[in-house]
T-cell receptor
């Protein structure tokens, strides 16, 4: 069964560094998303992406964040200058209809 | 905000018993989805129920939706140890952006 995959599974970075989180959505899906979950808290929507542009973004998704679909398979989330409060599990999701399928997540730890 | 809120926050049951959890939300929705998350892992999609549906089944799962009360319930029948996880409801108001609740942590005792 097709799955959303994410790399790396765990990323440790120093405050102020740039990180790129990678996702490979399910191949025939058209809508792509990033969510994050700070430890012990709710899953929060960050951004949705369709037809090579951002459809919607949350307040969290400020100028430090960007997304890109550099080729036909990858979908990336870049955080330009990480802060301690960016430490969280980041989930990629994709859909072709209504059900969103999530990847296993990347645990980002900012020190 | 149309975030779902689950109730109870935590539930502990014996293997073989049923587990019921509820979700309430605030605004009109297009659909409501339930997800499972094992500790520290990804979100697994369980079931989707649309706003014009009242009940849906999938294996040992039964979901109801009452749009007049803005609430949904998830019933897991004949629970197993492997059902131990956190369960989240997520609402979609037709903008494909899911709003998640805080989740119900279910512990199934052997």
């Amino acid at each position: 069964e097709p799955e959303v995959t994410q790399t790396p599974s765990h990323q440790v970075t120093q405050m102020g560094q740039e990180v790129i989180l990678r996702c490979v959505p399910i191949s025939n899906h058209l809508y792509f998303y990033w969510y994050r979950q700070i430890l012990g808290q709710k899953v929060e929507f960050l951004v949705s992406f369709y037809n090579n542009e951002i459809s919607e973004k949350s307040e969290i998704f400020d100028d430090q964040f960007s997304v890109e679909r550099p080729d036909g398979s990858n979908f990336t989330l870049k955080i330009r200058s990480t802060k301690l409060e960016d430490s969280a599990m980041y989930f990629c999701a994709s859909t072709v209809a209504e059900e969103q399928y999530f990847g296993p997540g990347t645990r980002l730890t900012v020190t | 905000s149309q975030q779902g809120e689950e109730d109870p926050q935590a539930l502990s049951i014996q293997e073989g018993e049923n587990a019921t959890m509820n979700c309430s939300y605030k605004t009109s929705i297009n659909n409501l989805q339930w997800y499972r998350q094992n500790s520290g892992r990804g979100l697994v999609h369980l079931i989707l129920i649309r706003s014009n549906e009242r009940e849906k089944h999938s294996g040992r799962l039964r979901v109801t939706l009452d749009t007049s009360k803005k609430s949904s319930s998830l019933l897991i029948t004949a629970s197993r140890a492997a059902d131990t996880a956190s369960y989240f409801c997520a609402t979609d108001k037709n903008d494909y952006k899911l709003s998640f609740g805080a989740g119900t942590t279910v512990t199934v005792r052997a």
